[in-house]
């Protein structure tokens, strides 16, 4: 995830990575895609998404997801 806190070139690189790990249902990249999508990073807002994939990674017992359901009303 380090890489996406360089240069454009490079967090371009590290986008693609993350989706990928996504794709292949690494939680830890599905996170960060949830988080893009919250925050609309790469041009990605999307809120019904970002709810949804977060209430699976709540499911699967990932922390920040539970974090994130406590504040959803």
């Given at each position: 995830?380090?890489?996406?806190?360089?240069?454009?070139?490079?967090?371009?690189?590290?986008?693609?990575?993350?989706?990928?790990?996504?794709?292949?249902?690494h939680?830890?990249?599905?996170?960060e895609?949830?988080?893009?999508?919250?925050?609309?990073r790469?041009?990605?807002?999307?809120?019904?998404?970002?709810a949804?994939?977060?209430?699976?990674?709540?499911?699967?017992?990932?922390?920040?997801?539970?974090?994130?359901?406590?504040?959803?009303?």
């Amino acid at each position: 995830m380090d890489i996406i806190a360089k240069q454009r070139s490079d967090k371009d690189l590290g986008h693609i990575f993350i989706t990928r790990a996504a794709e292949m249902n690494h939680l830890k990249a599905r996170a960060e895609m949830a988080w893009a999508h919250l925050l609309g990073r790469n041009g990605k807002l999307n809120f019904e998404l970002a709810a949804a994939e977060f209430d699976e990674l709540a499911k699967e017992g990932v922390p920040e997801a539970n974090m994130v359901k406590k504040y959803e009303n």
